[in-house]
């Protein structure tokens, strides 16, 4: 009989033991820094345009006339010694982790335009020697529609107007 | 009469070890009889980040639609000594131990918060597993340095 309690606590005691998960632990830290941003896009050019909704967009006019038709998105009109190419631009800045609420926006040409080419932007001639402010009050995440004129003299040889308009947003 | 008492004794107690509820199953009653405190054998390492630091870096947003910054690291866990073979397997799980409001913070996937949630199932012992981390920082989110900690437990499986 005593053979029988023996086996009865051995018993129990294989399964009390049995069990009670190994465990760890650790830590892993986590460091950066967030930095402030904003983000110009052309959202909209007169023009056969690519690369909208990018902050590089071609807009090509083709082969333009005074007498000849506008290229699409442009309007066209005769002047006694010039004619004007009229579309508009679209230009679209937001931000990121920055408490700015507003913005200004410059404009500049590329290049030195061809001799007779004026280039407008909100009715102020753009020049490669400065930038023209367009807005100093921009409004972050929409965008902004701004007038677009290519003028061309009667005298102006007729060759390529080929040119770039780098817009700059600064954050206020 | 007093070896039938030891005997119904006998019975009783190997009754009470063999219907106790196993913890797995909502049973929480804890067996205190444990020959001796388990040497651990799972101790995390961070292979890839061996002073516990993973630096994400310039969290800067490049724009597009995503109205958030994603940042990825990958970090190498092993548990317990290394081995050419695993040596058994273990459930890992993650929490947030400190948190930057800023940012949100996965592991493989899963968001983490400050309750511990499975990152991994049947994890090898013994040799470096590769977690992703993602840190989610949203525009609107102000600038500045970003700190945040992972917790990580392992237990045995």
Same mark, same amino acid.
């Given at each position: ?47 056969? &345009? ?7 967009? !071609? ?25 004007? %190419? ?14 700015? *609420? ?15 080419? *004026?280039?407008? %932007? ?10 023209? !402010? %367009? ?7 929409? *965008? ?6 290519? #003028? #061309? ?16 947003? &600064?954050?206020? | ?17 063999? %219907? ?70 273990? &459930? ?5 131990? !400190? ?13 983490? !918060? ?44």
């Amino acid at each position: 009989m005593k053979r029988i309690v023996v086996l009865a606590v051995a018993a129990f005691l294989m399964v009390t033991t049995a069990a009670a998960a190994d465990t760890s632990s650790g830590t892993l830290t986590v460091t950066g820094t967030v930095a402030s941003s904003i983000n110009l896009t052309i959202e909209s050019a007169g023009g056969t &345009t690519s690369g909208t909704g990018t902050a590089s967009v !071609t807009s090509a006019l083709g082969s333009i006339s005074k007498y000849g038709s506008a290229p699409a998105g442009f309007t066209l009109a005769r002047g006694a010694s010039n004619w004007t %190419l009229s579309s508009t631009i679209g230009v679209k800045v937001d931000k990121a982790n920055l408490t700015s *609420t507003d913005y200004t926006l410059t404009a500049q040409l590329g290049s030195a335009p061809a001799s007779g080419i *004026t280039w407008k %932007l909100n009715g102020s001639t753009l020049s490669d020697a400065s930038a023209t !402010t %367009l807005t100093s009050t921009g409004t972050y995440g929409s *965008t902004g529609s701004y007038s677009w004129d290519v #003028v #061309v003299a009667d005298s102006a040889a007729a060759a390529a107007i080929d040119n770039a308009i780098d817009f700059t947003a &600064t954050s206020n | 009469m007093r070896i039938r008492t030891v005997i119904a004794a006998g019975a009783a107690l190997l009754l009470s070890g063999f %219907l106790r509820p196993d913890p797995a199953f909502g049973g929480d009653r804890r067996r205190v009889l444990a020959v001796s405190a388990p040497s651990s054998g799972l101790e995390l390492t961070f292979v890839s980040a061996p002073d516990g630091v993973v630096d994400a870096g310039t969290i800067q947003w490049r724009g597009g639609s995503r109205k958030a910054t994603v940042t990825t690291r990958t970090v190498r866990l092993r548990i317990g000594q290394p081995a050419p073979e695993p040596r058994g397997t273990a &459930t890992v799980r993650a929490f947030l131990e !400190t948190a930057d409001a800023r940012c949100t913070v996965r592991v493989d996937g899963v968001v983490l !918060t400050s309750v511990p949630r499975v990152i991994q199932r049947h994890a090898p012992v013994g040799l470096a597993v590769p977690h992703r981390i993602e840190i989610e920082v949203p525009v609107h989110a102000a600038d500045g340095p970003l700190l945040a900690s992972i917790g990580w437990e392992v237990s045995s499986e």
